[in-house]
């Protein structure tokens, strides 16, 4: 069973540019999160999707982070314009049902200049 | 009052010891427990999964779930070099919310 991927890996941008990663969960994994984890701490809810659908975004920052998962499987999540505090690991997990547990991708790491 | 607390150390511990991990949390809502394991540069791996109070047991590792005291540990048995990594504590609602992290406890196993 292939894994939670997630693209790129490593990202440095300088403060006001965008950036965007990607994530493909396992097959099947119809629940979504997005998660961020800043350097000594535990990862956060950024949102969370049920198929195509948003089911939690009360904790990501609308003016500058958006996210999407159209066909209800893999996911984009945008980040414009980037603040020097963004930099951060974006953990992208996934979850097949209701007594499933969360899968994680390896993340992104952002670092912002 | 933070939601999940978690002494995120260091810890450094000889080849074999038992260590003991612990967290605390104040939401009692909480119903499903769980230990990830992260490496450096890589994502939270699942060790442990427990739904309510109780222990459940894998290999060397023991997972405790104390709901009264809202207070959850985990055991790791004859410790090894490779167990070293930062574990992180995490709980959810129901089976299908977010989790909530603790800060992560970064474990040393020296050999």
């Known amino acids: 069973e292939a894994g939670v991927a997630q693209s790129p890996r490593y990202k440095i941008i300088e403060k006001r540019q965008s950036v965007a990663f990607w994530c493909n969960p396992i097959?099947?994994?119809?629940?979504l999160y997005w998660y961020q984890q800043i350097l000594g701490q535990g990862p956060k809810l950024l949102i969370q999707?049920?198929?195509?659908?948003?089911?939690?975004d009360s904790q990501l920052p609308k003016d500058r982070f958006s996210a999407e998962r159209l066909k209800g499987v893999d996911s984009t999540l945008k980040i414009q314009p980037a603040k020097l505090e963004d930099s951060a690991v974006y953990l992208c997990?996934?979850?097949?049902?209701?007594?499933?547990?969360?899968?994680f991708g390896p993340g992104t790491r952002l670092t912002v200049l | 009052q933070k939601e999940v607390e978690q002494d995120p150390g260091p810890l450094s511990v000889p080849e074999g010891a038992i260590v003991s991990l612990n967290c605390t949390y104040s939401?009692?809502?909480?119903?499903?427990f769980m230990w990830y394991r992260q490496y450096s540069r890589k994502g939270p791996e699942l060790l442990m999964y427990t739904y309510s109070s109780g222990n459940k047991e894998d290999g060397r590792f023991t997972a405790q779930v104390d709901k009264s005291s809202k207070y959850i540990s985990l055991f790791i048995r004859d410790s090894q070099p490779s167990d070293s990594a930062t574990y992180l504590c995490a709980m959810t609602f129901s089976g299908n919310t977010p989790l909530v992290f603790g800060k992560g406890t970064r474990l040393s196993v020296i050999a």
């Open positions: 997990a996934g979850q097949g049902g209701a007594t499933d547990t969360q899968y």
């Open positions: 939401n009692s809502a909480f119903q499903y």
């Open positions: 999707f049920q198929n195509n659908g948003v089911v939690d």
């Open positions: 097959s099947g994994h119809a629940t």
